[in-house]
């Protein structure tokens, strides 16, 4: 399977703020995905990074909340913007191989705490 | 879209003994069904998936099964042991078989 490298792997930040999370994965991969697992949480669909196009948004995430690049086939990063304590989670970036409905696999995750 | 529920929240096993964790799903197209476990502060790792043309499958002390019909699946866990304890979660894969929804956990203690 895919080796899922997230970076940072923690941060702690002031309200306000944003903070980009890269995801690298050492293969080309066609579909890229950003989760979100608040505290004692399940893990929530924020969005489908697309190579070459924009990213695909569940309901209840927008882009100018959670900006998403996906440059190549190897990265993609997630911004979360203007910060408050509600953005207090796990951040986790999880990849599928070429063939649909393969599992998916996920990174270690970002654990963000905003003050 | 997908709306997958997950029962129990919490299950408390003694070592040895079985554990079924439940999981139901609103949307008939649903194709692909892993279950992933997650331990405390780490990412969550597929331990056994199912596909809607299989109605049981199985890996060691670990067994997924499907009912379309019902649209439920369930895993079961033999034998179990201490290391089992951790966080479950199913999930279920939306028309575009991209798409992974997840049900909101179950907590399984093992007791020695």
């Known amino acids: 399977s895919a080796v899922i490298s997230q970076k940072p792997s923690r941060d702690i930040c002031q309200r306000g703020t944003s903070l980009t999370i890269q995801c690298q994965v050492d293969?080309?991969?066609?579909?890229m995905f950003w989760y979100r697992q608040q505290p004692g949480q399940s893990l929530t669909l924020i969005a489908t990074?697309?190579?070459?196009?924009?990213?695909?948004?569940e309901s209840g995430f927008v882009i100018d909340k959670f900006p998403i690049s996906r440059p190549n086939l190897t990265f993609s990063t997630l911004t979360v913007s203007n910060m408050s304590p509600e953005d207090s989670s796990i951040y986790l970036c999880?990849?599928?191989?070429?063939?649909?409905?393969?599992?998916?696999?996920f990174g270690d995750g970002t654990r963000l705490s905003i003050l | 879209g997908e709306n997958v529920e997950q029962h129990p929240s919490t299950l408390s096993v003694q070592e040895g003994d079985s554990a079924v964790i439940k999981c139901t799903y609103s949307?008939?197209?649903?194709?692909?069904f892993p279950w992933y476990k997650q331990e405390l502060g780490k990412r969550p790792q597929l331990i056994i998936d199912?596909?809607?043309?299989?109605g049981e499958k199985k890996d060691q002390r670990i067994a997924v099964t499907l009912n379309k019909t019902a649209k439920h699946f369930s895993l079961h866990i033999t034998e179990t042991q201490p290391e089992d304890s951790a966080v479950y979660f199913c999930?279920?894969?939306?028309?575009?078989?991209?798409?992974?929804?997840f049900g909101s956990g179950t907590k399984l203690n093992v007791k020695p």
């Open positions: 949307d008939s197209a649903s194709n692909y």
């Open positions: 199912i596909r809607s043309n299989v």
């Open positions: 293969s080309q991969v066609t579909m």
């Open positions: 999930a279920a894969s939306w028309r575009n078989f991209n798409k992974f929804y």
């Open positions: 990074a697309n190579q070459g196009s924009e990213a695909t948004y």
């Open positions: 999880s990849v599928e191989t070429d063939r649909p409905g393969q599992p998916q696999h």
